[in-house]
Structure formats: C-alpha cells, structure tokens
C-alpha cells in the first residue's frame, strides 16, 4: 500500500489545522519576462536592468548595474514586492537565486532577459518556498542537460504545497521579519570589519613613518626598529617521535582543527614528516592570492598541534603579546616588504628563505603599547564573534523553520 502524503507541515501557527493543498506554481503567482537589449542601447543612467550579478544572499545590491535607454523598454517594469529569479546562466548553481525587491532600487527598473519576475498575492510566502529545499530539488529536476535554464513553462508547471490564505500571511510575516533580522546582523558584522580595518591603519604606522596616527595616553616615543632574525628563528621539529596523531592536525588557514582530519588516511612514516606547531609559534603559508600575494604569516593562538610539511614554522625569541601578535605578523603593511624580499615564487606556492627574512627590518612598539593594542584589537574581535554568533544562529533557526514549516 502506498504510503499517503503528507498533507500538512510539522510546524505550524495555532489555530490552523486544515491539509495544505498541492498546485502548479503557475496557479498561484504571476510570471514576467525580462528584457532584451543591444550593446548600443546601455548608457549611463537610464532605466535599470536587474541582473543576476545585483542578486547577493537573497537581496538586491549594487553591484555592476547596467543602464538602457528608457524608450528601448518593451517589458514589465518590477514593483515593490516583487521577487527576482535567475532562470538563466552561464554558471548552473545560479539557476534560482532570487530575492524578494522590498523597495524598488531605481526608478524606473526591469529586469535582464536572464530572469523572470514573479507577482503573487503574498510574495513574502513565496519568497519563503523559493528558499526551501523542495524548490533546489525541482530546479534540479528541471535544468537542460547542456543549456542551464529554467524556462517559464516549466517554473510554472513546479508544484508545492500550499495552505489557506491566512495562514501563509502568518508564514511569510515571520519569514520576513527573519529575513530582516539576518541581514540587519549581517550588516552589523560587515560594519564592524570594516571599522576593524580603517582602525589596524590607524594603529599600525604607515610607510616611512615610525608613529602610528592613533596611540594610547603615555605612549609617544617611535617605535624600534629591529630585524626579524632578532625577534624569529625557524623551528625545524618534525613529528618524529608520533607525539601527535591526525586528530592533531591544524589548519594553518583558520589556525583551528582541520576539519577532515579523521579521514585522513596517513601511514606512520608519513605522519613523521608533519611539522610540530607549538602554542605561540607561527607558520608561514606560502599559497598566493589576491590579498596575499607573497603569502603571510598565521600566529598559532589555538594549542600544540602538527602541520604539513609545506609550512615552515617560527618561534619567537622576544617578549610580545599574543594578541598584538596576532594582528601585526599578519598585517600586509607591516610584512609585505619583508616576504617580497625573502619569497621566491613557485606556480602556486611561495618559498620562504629563512637567512633572508631575519635580515628584513620591522617597526615593533614596546611590550606595554601591544598589550594596549592588543587588548583592543582583542575586545573588538570578541565583539564581531558574537554578531556572527548570533547571526549563525539566526541562519539555523530559518533552516529549521524551513524544514519543518513547508511539506
């Protein structure tokens, strides 16, 4: 016998206990195409044309906007309220994104050819459905095989269970008002880093100056100028003895546990070549990228652990403070001269020569002054790991309630 239905989520507002009832998408909303246009038509300002790239995490953002003469406009213009789908791309894991337009973002404004509008009803309880996992299952069902597109017959034609009309007001409110939360924390956190990096300009001198521009009450002298051979010797400790065992293994990215450790599968003689990594020491990951181009320097704040053997690792022989620290080994305007200087440069991965970095010269304040610094820079560290706490925890409450709210 074949097993019914189900016919109502897990979850739901008191009062309402009625089955939800299955229909065609197409049934419920509106469909709008978007526009077509020609090179020559785009001009400075004009009408706006809503691409996939002004789609961020569900919402609008500027972000390489494309203007067209208003009298080539032949289609829809959106409205408050309405929701945006990408149902065409080069890039098949962008079928679908979407967001729900809360205000309208210029006036006037359509959207590409690329994408379809939907008018609903209540598009906050659409908005909704588009964000569950029914709705990734049924793009997935219904991508072409070479072209990535959803086309409109086909958006129509996907079917979700739907409740009565007073009840998915209920949803779509609280779902709104999540969303809203989520990315008022995410701008919160976006803030806060950026109020972190202009403060690191303030606090760290700039070229060819020995004084930061901001300092702590009693601190004015320049800070010493010293080279690195006096402050780091290269450690050379492999895990010989097995001291420590997969479980072990840190990633020098995120100076945390490497996350699949557990499936590493290394013989004895491969884990004797990991380098030991202590508590305080620093690694040098040579990988090159847009932000760091001569690679950089990880302090390791977490505890005792191993490393590949790619990764060189320093000890430092002064006093400092692990905070500053931290900050400083990190901070491009403070190494980026000294790692141009001793790197050489491989396909993906710099080399550290170990004699010519101890000859490159630093600027370092006195062991007071990073300990102000660095209890600062600490207590706003504290205070953007809460936000994004916070703002974890927000993203797994809409998970759940879109797990067991929808059927």
């Known amino acids: 016998m074949a097993k019914e239905e189900k016919k109502a989520p897990k979850l739901r507002f008191n009062g309402y206990t ?27 300002n004009g009408t706006l044309v809503i691409r996939s790239s002004n789609i961020h995490n569900n919402q609008y953002i500027n972000a390489d906007n494309v203007y067209v003469k208003n009298n080539i406009v032949n289609s829809e213009y959106v409205q408050e309220q309405d929701i945006v789908v990408v149902v065409r791309n080069g890039s098949r894991n962008l079928i679908g994104k979407h967001a729900l337009l809360k205000s309208i973002p210029h006036d006037p404004s359509v959207i590409g050819a690329f994408m379809t509008g939907i008018r609903s009803l209540n598009n906050q309880f659409i908005e909704a459905v588009l964000n569950t996992e029914k709705f990734k299952r ?114 020098v990215a995120t100076m945390s546990d490497m996350s699949f450790s557990r499936d590493i599968n290394s013989t004895e003689n491969y884990m004797k070549t990991y380098n030991k990594i202590l508590y305080g020491e620093i690694a040098f990951e040579g990988h090159s990228n847009k932000k760091y181009r001569f690679g950089r320097f990880v302090l390791n704040d977490y505890r005792n652990g191993i490393v590949s053997h790619i990764y060189d690792i320093y000890k430092i022989i002064i006093d400092y403070d692990m905070n500053f620290m931290k900050e400083w080994i990190s901070l491009d305007r403070v190494m980026y001269k000294p790692l141009v200087n001793s790197t050489t440069s491989a396909r993906m991965m710099n080399s550290l020569q170990a004699k010519k970095l101890y000859k490159q010269k630093v600027l370092l304040p006195d062991l007071q002054e990073q300990k102000e610094i660095g209890n600062f820079l600490n207590k706003f560290d504290t205070l953007i790991a809460l936000h994004q706490r916070k703002l974890e925890k927000l993203k797994q409450l809409k998970k759940f309630l879109l797990q067991n709210m929808f059927i």
């Open 18 to 44: 009625n089955d939800w009832e299955q229909q065609e998408l197409g049934a419920v909303v509106e469909f709008y195409s978007g526009l077509t246009y020609k090179p020559e038509n785009v001009v400075q």
């Open 138 to 251: 049924e793009i997935n069902k219904n991508l072409g095989a070479t072209i990535n597109q959803i086309t409109t017959s086909q958006f129509k034609k996907m079917k979700f269970n739907f409740p009565k009309r007073e009840e998915d007001k209920q949803i779509g409110i609280l779902f709104n008002y999540l969303d809203d939360t989520i990315q008022l924390h995410e701008r919160k956190c976006e803030e806060l880093t950026l109020i972190k990096k202009a403060l690191l300009q303030k606090l760290f001198p700039k070229k060819d100056k020995d004084r930061p521009e901001v300092r702590y009450k009693n601190f004015s002298d320049a800070w010493e100028q010293r080279k690195l051979g006096e402050m780091v010797e290269k450690s050379t400790i492999k895990n010989s003895d097995l001291e420590y065992s997969k479980e072990d293994i840190l990633s």
